[in-house]
């Protein structure tokens, strides 16, 4: 007589189930957690999330619940005969037709507030236009004429509103710890500006790591960022220094050659330094004070002279499919130009 091949019980998938939610409870604490908001906006989410779930277990367990009752109470018994046939009920199917709307209709309403509440920027937030590359972030402050890349500075307490577009495909900004997913959607939309709007208030201090949350090519995991929240005096200092131009290197130093080094090349076509001839390509991270920055290729790497270095000789070795291309440089060539990038503080 052949073996009986044993399904999974629902006892066991119960217990996956438990296990899984254990697992997301104790890690609150990690990076990129929704269970660990520093901002109005993502504790609201966390609220839904909570709500969310605390259903969704319900749901689980009556329904699993009435799966073992009825496969215990009505199982096959020695002698018992053909069970009576039963066409249909319509109370039944009344009622679990009205019951999912009702639970769908209260989430809807459950989420409507928390998602609405995502946009509506205070009037006096801190603007910073977010576009999506492939792969990396690139964060403007229009008011004060900055640019930067992989790395948003924000002052602790203060409202950021985030206006997101994409300059090739579709992106999605997600920071969990701040705020909900949004969508930066490339071309002219919404009115001719193009980009979707979200905001937050990082109220403590620290460092809150994002990602891209939409597939979007072969460096979709290689898209990440990271929000500095700093005090307000550190922010106004930080966002002087970075509006000032690049920095000149002394004569003769190698930090010289390199920015020499650096201005032959087609780096110009992709990268723009402040003050250095030639160079005004948008395609790729802006470099002028990329030496002050802790990381790079998409917030991937620590900004370190060995990582840089590497990065500058042999990028798609360090991220493959990136689009910066090797331009087949000299060891005195990489050495000079990583000198030179490290210098612009």
Not at 189 to 212: K, L, S
Request: aromatic share 6%; proline share 6%; with cysteine.
């Amino acid at each position: 007589m052949p073996k009986r091949i044993r399904r999974p019980s629902s006892i066991v998938v119960a217990a996956l189930a438990v296990l899984i939610a254990s697992q997301i409870v104790t890690s609150a604490a990690a990076a990129q957690s929704i269970l660990d908001p520093v901002s109005p906006t993502a504790a609201s989410l966390k609220r839904l999330y909570q709500i969310v779930f605390v259903l969704g277990v319900t749901v689980f367990l009556l329904v699993e619940g009435l799966i073992l009752y009825t496969a215990v109470r009505f199982r096959r018994r020695d002698g018992d005969g053909e069970p009576k046939q039963v066409h249909g009920s319509a109370k039944a199917e009344v009622a679990w037709t009205i019951a999912p709307a009702v639970v769908v209709l209260g989430l809807a309403a459950a989420s409507y507030g928390p998602l609405l509440e995502q946009r509506a920027a205070p009037a006096d937030a801190l603007v910073v236009d977010v576009t999506g590359k492939q792969w990396f972030w690139e964060f403007a402050y229009p008011e004060a004429g900055v640019i930067t890349a992989n790395e948003l500075v924000v002052p602790v307490g203060r409202a950021v509103r985030l206006r997101l577009a994409s300059a090739d495909v579709i992106h999605s900004f997600w920071a969990p710890q701040l705020g909900g997913k949004m969508d930066a959607i490339p071309g002219e939309r919404q009115g001719g500006h193009g980009r979707n709007e979200m905001w937050f208030r990082a109220e403590r201090e620290g460092e809150y790591w994002g990602q891209c949350a939409e597939l979007c090519g072969v460096q979709h995991a290689g898209m990440r960022f990271v929000v500095r929240a700093v005090p307000e005096l550190e922010f106004t200092a930080w966002l002087a220094a970075q509006a000032a131009p690049a920095v000149e290197p002394a004569p003769g130093s190698l930090e010289a050659a390199g920015r020499d080094a650096i201005a032959g090349l087609a780096c110009v076509g992709c990268h723009v330094i402040d003050g250095v001839e030639g160079m005004v390509g948008r395609v790729g991270p802006d470099l002028t004070h990329v030496g002050s920055r802790r990381h790079l290729a998409g917030a991937v790497f620590e900004n370190t002279p060995e990582n840089l270095a590497r990065w500058i000789d042999r990028p798609a070795e360090m991220k493959p499919g990136a689009n910066m291309p090797a331009l087949g440089l000299t060891p005195e060539q990489v050495e000079a130009i990583t000198a030179y990038l490290l210098s612009l503080q």
